[in-house]
């Protein structure tokens, strides 16, 4: 332990054993050993080099909106983007955004500014660090269609530029090197009308709502949509909306979203999971993967 303590040296605003849960969309989650709030790069940079070095375990955690974090926790550091990491800038269509921004918060500043081209991003609980990694997607459109460059730094705090020719990105994945971490982001944004864009972004939301519990409890889609179909769909057809295990319920709106009715666990969403992959695998032969990301569970 001495050597998690250490951590307040490199990153002021460290805590330790802190509660996940209130940190994530699900509001589900055991302890994470510290979590780091950095603030500007050198902490960034200094923070990777030592657990690096001593072998302490981490991951980054955005808005917690695509996580799922176990009952016991996370052995390790969660690592969270602010200050300078929450900054905003752009010249001659380009974008610039540092990852710990809220999707909410860039949306708002493409609206001031008439910058158009995420607005498909709307109604996104997450961050853009999270939605780069998550390549997240919403009516047609993909986050990494609008991105020029990123910047990371690697597990050994160098950091490191990606042009877009050189990013390997697919369906709801971004792939980065093991335990980078994205930092600044570059999008090729369309000077626009402002009250246009402020229009698409008000009607993506009114259809989001429509098709989407976003005023409850969950953590986004729990799988992947299979090729040629949709997991939602296909579990809905399996006639498992509204199936239940403890306080984590499969949507009557959207089945392929879990709620947490108010005090689910982490293995509430597990169990529930396993029912649906085993249900659709032997009715429809599909295997569903999952589109959230398990942390702590190994
Ligand atoms: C109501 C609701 C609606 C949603 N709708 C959509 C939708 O329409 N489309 C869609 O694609 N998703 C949707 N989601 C899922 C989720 O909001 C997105 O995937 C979002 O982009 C995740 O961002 P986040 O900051 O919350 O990431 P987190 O959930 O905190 O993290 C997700 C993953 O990204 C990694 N990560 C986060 N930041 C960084 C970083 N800076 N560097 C490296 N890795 C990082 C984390 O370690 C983790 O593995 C929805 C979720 C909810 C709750």
């Given at each position: ?87 905003l800038?752009s010249?001659?269509g380009?974008l610039?955004a540092?990852?710990?921004?809220n999707i909410s918060y860039l949306l708002r500043y493409c609206i001031k500014n008439g910058l158009s081209g995420l607005e498909f991003l709307a109604g996104i609980p997450g961050?853009v660090?999270?939605a780069?990694?998550?390549?997240a997607g919403a009516f047609g459109g993909e986050v990494l269609d609008k991105v ?39 999008f090729s944004m369309k000077l626009y009308n402002r009250k246009e864009i402020k229009k698409r972004i008000s009607f993506y939301i009114k259809l989001k709502k ?89």
């Amino acid at each position: 332990m001495k050597k998690i303590h250490q951590l307040k040296y490199i990153c002021p605003n460290t805590r330790f054993n802190v509660t996940l849960a209130p940190y994530t969309t699900f509001k589900i989650g055991g302890k994470a050993w510290a979590l780091c709030e950095v603030m500007n790069l050198k902490e960034l940079k200094d923070l990777l080099i030592y657990l690096t070095q001593e072998q302490i375990p981490y991951f980054v955690l955005g808005k917690g909106s695509n996580v799922l974090v176990s009952d016991s926790g996370f052995k390790g550091v969660a690592i969270r983007l602010r200050g300078e990491f929450e900054k905003l800038d752009s010249k001659d269509g380009i974008l610039t955004a540092g990852a710990g921004v809220n999707i909410s918060y860039l949306l708002r500043y493409c609206i001031k500014n008439g910058l158009s081209g995420l607005e498909f991003l709307a109604g996104i609980p997450g961050t853009v660090g999270g939605a780069v990694f998550m390549n997240a997607g919403a009516f047609g459109g993909e986050v990494l269609d609008k991105v020029e460059k990123l910047m990371i730094v690697n597990p050994f705090g160098e950091v490191i530029l990606k042009e877009k020719k050189e990013l390997e990105f697919s369906y709801r994945r971004t792939r980065i090197d093991k335990g980078a971490v994205i930092v600044n982001v570059w999008f090729s944004m369309k000077l626009y009308n402002r009250k246009e864009i402020k229009k698409r972004i008000s009607f993506y939301i009114k259809l989001k709502k429509q098709s989407q519990p976003i005023n409850c409890l969950s953590a986004g889609c729990i799988f992947k949509n299979p090729k040629e179909d949709y997991a939602g769909a296909l579990i809905e057809k399996a006639g498992l909306k509204g199936r239940r295990i403890g306080d984590a319920e499969v949507s009557e709106l959207h089945a392929n979203f879990i709620i947490n009715k108010g005090n689910s666990s982490a293995s509430d969403v597990m169990r529930l999971i396993k029912i649906i992959k085993d249900k659709i695998k032997d009715k429809d032969g599909i295997e569903l993967e999952p589109e959230i990301q398990f942390i702590g569970f190994d």
